[in-house]
């Protein structure tokens, strides 16, 4: 399986051609983005971060084979052919142990490469470039990259042990957005250089030649680097081409190299297709995958609470508030203001930290009472219009039913819609179903 460099030696043909990278372990999420790339055909990326799975469970409290085993089953269930599923790991490095002694967490980050790599995860982000307790701040390039090279060793040690039928391929670079979007308002965006890029390229093609790895440089595919888009709780920074187009050139003229563009959740459908143009061909959308699916379980509440007494309703928008006030750890340092603006964050940051939350299993329950409710009443179609209007107008033509999961599919499937004519050059069809 080539997939990921047979997509680089499209893009390197044709522009306006790339791939979405999923970042997601919600399995609606990840349902919506199997049934999606099943119906429009071509391979499916699915990544998993340091953040989410790790060792030792991540917050997802899934190990690297338990995420691969729970991918590959949920696209057993929905027909999707194994060998068009591609799965990577974001951010692998030591950014979990950042406050233990630079040793130490390389040590765990070995073990993280180790087991993504044993485990099947072909796509490998070997991500470096943060201080650990005993570190300068900021890391040089230097000490970035030959951290880097050797963690490389490592997953290619694992890989031929394993004796993996897929190509391993790497994505490097130190200029990596924060994961999940900003903590702190954002202003303008400073866009990487080309002199950074090239510096970084360079440091990492030196890091890899020292640790006798210069065969494996036509598998690093891509370089992260900024290109000028984010996103913080309320606002979104927007791709602004001209102000890449230096950026852009780096990779031009390199045959086997593209660039990885983290953040890109909320970007218009435009700026994205502009993106990929400018050979940001792999686009990471996580965020704005589960705010989707929370746009739609929020309508669905507000549907329930017009069909039902309040006593009889599943609670799901206040369970929900109850056990994030309960249990703070995932929004506290990320939300500022008053109470006002927390509880408002709290539901509708773009930053998504409900996210975190849906396992919970007070709010699993509530979910699963909204789910049955609206399975035994009858959706009324204005209320629909009213709340999910695109879906409304899908139900009205015949192409989904007004069934809880099928909305939420359906709605999380207008994000997947916008990065699929992103990469393929397709105008976006909004009647367009899986």
Not at 29 to 40: H, I
Not at 83 to 103: F, K, M, S, V, Y
Not at 164 to 177: A, F, M, N
Not at 184 to 200: D, N, R, S, W
Request: charged share 20%.
């Amino acid at each position: 399986m080539k997939h990921l460099t047979e997509i680089v030696e499209r893009h390197k043909r044709n522009a306006q051609s790339g791939i979405y990278a999923v970042c997601s372990a919600h399995p609606l999420v990840l349902e919506a983005a199997l049934r999606f790339a099943r119906q429009t055909g071509g391979p499916l990326l699915v990544e998993a971060t340091s953040n989410q799975v790790d060792q030792f469970g991540g917050y997802t409290g899934m190990t690297p084979q338990d995420f691969h085993d729970f991918i590959f089953r949920l696209a057993q269930e929905q027909n999707f052919p194994a060998g068009q599923l591609i799965t990577g790991g974001d951010h692998l490095g030591p950014n979990r142990w950042q406050d233990q002694p630079a040793e130490v967490a390389m040590g765990h980050a070995e073990e993280l490469i180790r087991q993504y790599v044993a485990a099947g995860f072909s796509k490998i982000h070997l991500d470096c470039s943060m201080s650990c307790a005993d570190d300068p701040v900021p890391l040089t390039d230097e000490i970035v990259a030959g951290r880097a090279a050797r963690l490389a060793k490592i997953a290619e040690e694992t890989h031929q042990a394993c004796a993996h039928k897929t190509d391993l391929v790497y994505v490097i670079g130190t200029e990596v957005p924060v994961p999940g979007g900003a903590h702190e308002a954002l202003g303008e965006l400073a866009v990487t250089t080309p002199q950074a890029a090239h510096k970084t390229l360079e440091a990492h093609r030196l890091a890899f030649a020292r640790e006798g790895l210069e065969a494996i440089w036509p598998r690093i595919i891509a370089l992260v680097v900024q290109p000028g888009v984010e996103f913080d709780n309320t606002q979104v920074i927007d791709y602004v081409p001209e102000k890449a187009q230096a950026l852009s050139q780096v990779v031009a003229d390199l045959d086997t190299l593209i660039f990885e563009a983290h953040s890109t959740d909320y970007q218009t459908p435009q700026a994205l297709a502009r993106l990929v143009n400018d050979h940001f061909a792999i686009l990471k959308v996580g965020p704005a995958l589960t705010f989707a699916l929370r746009e739609a379980l929020f309508a669905l509440a507000a549907i329930e609470e017009e069909l039902l007494p309040a006593r009889a309703c599943s609670g799901l928008r206040a369970v929900l508030e109850d056990v994030m006030l309960e249990k703070p750890g995932y929004w506290q340092s990320h939300y500022a203001g008053d109470g006002h603006a927390r509880r408002l964050a709290r539901g509708y940051s773009y930053s998504d930290r409900v996210r975190y939350y849906w396992p919970d299993k007070e709010i699993d329950a509530a979910f699963a009472r909204l789910v049955s409710h609206l399975t035994h009443e009858t959706i009324p179609l204005p209320l629909l219009s009213q709340y999910l209007p695109t879906q409304y107008v899908r139900v009205r033509e015949g192409q989904i039913t007004a069934t809880p999961k099928d909305l939420i599919i359906d709605h999380i499937q207008d994000v997947l819609r916008q990065y699929h004519a992103a990469c393929c050059g397709d105008p976006i069809n909004h009647s367009q179903s899986a």
